[in-house]
């Protein structure tokens, strides 16, 4: 399934993508129950396909085979009382997937052209580094470039979300635990980044992770390895590479990480960006307002913002 999140009438809701159309699961699932004379079925909706991708993901297996009972039911019903089951996608708005991750874990210096271009050794384990909830942005958003900097730089990441508790989790058996795949754009101001040794400030700037345009559960993306990362400036090629070529694998970042953490339904992990960032080319060539960053993975799609530049930080 594609799981996404979008908007209606300013109200986020948790939706399936077929075709150029959108399924509300929750309101779906709700119209299977009554039809099947369930008393209480709004609740039991709620329970078992609500309307918030982390409390969908939190379901697990269940949850997402309730999900695709809904979406047969919607595409043979359509409507419900005047309720649309089914929308057009030009009648939403599409947000990013994970809209409110819990952890967002990055992984730096895990595709050797970017480490060489780096000027840095291949590390023995991997660099983790965080993004955080306020980063998050979606498919249709612009990427604000605040004036605390002017060098704005993009970093094409495959992503992946977990969708059970992991904790202690084998190699073995770490694809059990991942939900599905998404693209983040690890937008960075790269002079912040480096003005200390620790990166975070450089990484969490208001909007710095356009994401989306939906989740591709693990059922039909079977295998993160060997899918095609390409990251356009304007509709120039600027990185392009394989995820055959991670240093450490999805397999690899759901051990690691889940023996130092817990991890839990939800959260985003960022396996790491390929050669080609602006700060590694000669000369250095930065975002600017107006720029159309495109990427596109292999069996995912396409995620593209357009960076606008923000004149006045808001303060609140």
Request: glycine share 8%; proline share 5%; charged share 25%.
């Amino acid at each position: 399934m594609k799981l996404i999140t979008f908007a209606r009438e300013g109200v986020s809701r948790v939706g399936v993508v077929e075709g150029n159309n959108v399924i509300d699961l929750n309101l779906a699932y709700q119209s299977l129950l009554e039809s099947e004379g369930q008393l209480r079925y709004q609740q039991i909706a709620e329970a078992y396909v609500p309307a918030d991708m982390n409390g969908l993901l939190q379901g697990g297996k269940d949850s997402l085979g309730k999900a695709e009972e809904a979406v047969q039911y919607a595409l043979k019903n359509k409507e419900d009382k005047g309720r649309k089951l089914v929308l057009s996608i030009d009648e939403v708005k599409v947000e990013a997937p994970v809209p409110n991750p819990g952890k967002m874990i990055c992984v730096g210096h895990n595709y050797r052209e970017h480490i060489l271009e780096m000027g840095r050794e291949i590390p023995p384990y991997p660099v983790v580094f965080a993004k955080f909830a306020n980063t998050v942005i979606g498919p249709q958003d612009d990427i604000p470039f605040f004036p605390v900097s002017e060098q704005l730089d993009y970093e094409a990441e495959f992503a992946f979300v977990i969708g059970k508790r992991a904790r202690n989790v084998s190699q073995e058996d770490a694809l059990d635990y991942v939900a599905g795949y998404t693209i983040v754009n690890d937008v960075t101001y790269r002079d912040i980044q480096r003005r200390t040794l620790q990166w975070l400030q450089g990484k969490t700037v208001e909007g710095s992770a356009p994401m989306g345009p939906w989740l591709i559960t693990s059922d039909e993306l079977t295998n993160p390895s060997g899918l095609e990362v390409v990251l356009t400036v304007n509709g120039e090629e600027r990185q392009h590479t394989n995820t055959a070529n991670l240093v450490f694998s999805v397999q690899y970042l759901v051990e690691f990480l889940s023996n130092l953490m817990t991890l839990e339904p939800g959260d985003v992990i960022l396996t790491g960006t390929p050669g080609g960032v602006g700060f590694a080319m000669n000369p250095q060539t930065f975002l600017k307002d107006g720029d159309v960053v495109k990427i596109e993975i292999d069996q995912i799609g396409s995620l593209e913002n357009t960076v606008k530049k923000v004149a006045v930080e808001v303060k609140l």
